[in-house]
């Protein structure tokens, strides 16, 4: 069974300046729900219940939600609003919310690195939360990737056909096809050019990690910009053992985009009207 699930969120947010000159880009609602609020949502779905969270300078507002908010409370009990706060205290009730800080803005492998403490040595997921996923006709992303996860007990990482004048913005994986949704990665290449691409095969930001992963962390050199690639790790894991990319099924919105953030208000808004 994974536990724990981590949501590294000490980012600062740029695309989306000057909102998130002071809010946190994981709390950019999506209708009325903030973007990192659906990421444990889909986490509780996957059976976990210890959410850990990797914050930074600013971003309090995270915390703050996923307490209680006794003055809040007292407001609105036996008024009509009372139910708005029903999911949000559903939540707080089934999970364990903990929280430590990434200093310096040194990459997504050293967030994780510093989840460290939190997750112990045992498999976990990893959300990026401004990587809005999806799946109204089955199950949620992490759920599809826990069951893979209990089949083959490696890290998985999602992924997605992106165009090719894309993929310079993700990690690239190719490698050996098991079935038309599992691939063996053979080679992971972080941001690189059209040209030099093994694919178009883009990681999104959703992760199944077992916890050897920090010590091959540990030894990552740092890359372009000083900061440390969690696709470098995970190619010398794969190198070692084996690491499964997951075609998902579902949709996955870019919320650190604002053409992403207002494609998924839209999307959810006609949902929630339907």
Do not use: W
């Not at 990421?39 to 976990?48: I, Q, R």
């Amino acid at each position: 069974m994974i536990r724990k699930c981590l949501f590294p969120a000490a980012g600062y947010g740029t695309r989306f300046l000057p909102a998130t000159k002071a809010m946190p880009k994981e709390m950019l609602p999506v209708m009325a729900k903030p973007l990192i609020q659906y990421g444990v949502e889909e986490a509780v779905e996957a059976g976990m219940d210890t959410m850990a969270i990797i914050t930074g300078r600013g971003k309090r507002a995270i915390e703050d939600h996923f307490d209680i908010s006794y003055e809040l409370e007292h407001q609105i009990k036996g008024t009509s609003k009372e139910y708005l706060l029903q999911e949000i205290r559903d939540l707080i009730g089934r999970c364990t919310f903990t929280y430590t800080r990434q200093i310096e803005m040194r990459g997504l492998g050293d967030a994780i690195l510093k989840g460290r403490v939190l997750i112990g040595e045992e498999p976990f997921a990893v959300v990026l939360a401004d990587d809005l996923c999806t799946n109204p006709e089955g199950a949620g992303i992490l759920e599809q990737m826990r069951k893979i996860y209990e089949k083959y007990r490696c890290s998985i990482v999602a992924v997605q056909e992106v165009p090719q004048e894309q993929v310079h913005k993700y990690g690239v994986v190719a490698g050996k096809a098991i079935d038309e949704r599992l691939t063996m990665v053979e080679t992971m290449v972080e941001k690189p050019s059209a040209e030099e691409a093994p694919s178009n095969l883009a990681i999104i930001g959703r992760y199944i990690l077992t916890p050897d992963i920090f010590e091959l962390i540990e030894k990552t050199e740092p890359g372009k910009g000083g900061e440390i690639q969690i696709t470098d790790a995970l190619m010398a894991q794969a190198q070692m053992g084996m690491v499964i990319a997951y075609r998902f099924e579902g949709r996955r919105f870019d919320c650190g985009s604002i053409d992403g953030f207002v494609e998924a208000t839209n999307y959810f808004y006609h949902q929630n009207r339907e």
